[in-house]
């Protein structure tokens, strides 16, 4: 976890405090996960659609595939800043929220960012193949800002080995 230079000690509390309550609701994937990795968008900020599994053997052999991610909204956004999954297809637009949705939020799929809300989405299916529709990616935020921590979790037990990384 790389802190943020404004972070304050509650703020630190908090933060495991949610890593905690993270890992309690994947609890078969407990040990198997990366770090928290804090985001945080400014107006026009966004980050483009992408599938969270790795593609190569290099990042598979530490802990095995990213099985899920545990997405967590640690801010409101005043407009737009969106987690959208354009794979996903249907008529989205009777959900309650359509109106407020961004035009990329209209995309697809798309959860508004609310703070204390967490997103779970699996990366791969029951059989253990890769899910191409776990691409996601998060609108522009229009106005606001937008804070998020992202929780990967692995098949399996991930061990850190510099000389898989180097």
Not at 55 to 78: C, F, H, P, W
Not at 150 to 163: A, F, G, P, Q
Request: with cysteine; aromatic share 10%; net charge negative.
């Amino acid at each position: 976890m790389r802190p943020c230079p404004r972070w304050t000690n509650s703020m630190l509390f908090f933060i495991i405090y949610i890593k905690n309550h993270c890992v309690s609701c994947v609890s078969q994937y407990a040990e198997h996960g990366e770090e928290l990795q804090v985001l945080h968008y400014e107006v026009g900020q966004k980050y483009v659609p992408h599938h969270d599994y790795f593609m190569d053997k290099i990042n598979i052999v530490n802990g095995g595939q990213r099985i899920a991610t545990v997405l967590m909204y640690l801010s409101d956004v005043e407009e737009g800043g969106e987690t959208v999954f354009p794979e996903a297809k249907g008529n989205f637009s009777s959900v309650p929220w359509w109106n407020e949705l961004s035009e990329c939020g209209k995309e697809g799929l798309s959860i508004k960012p609310k703070m204390g809300d967490a997103l779970l989405f699996w990366s791969m299916k029951p059989d253990a193949t890769l899910d191409p529709l776990s691409l996601h990616g998060s609108c522009p935020v229009v106005k606001g800002n937008k804070w998020s921590c992202t929780k990967w979790l692995h098949v399996c037990i991930r061990e850190i080995n510099l000389d898989i990384i180097s």
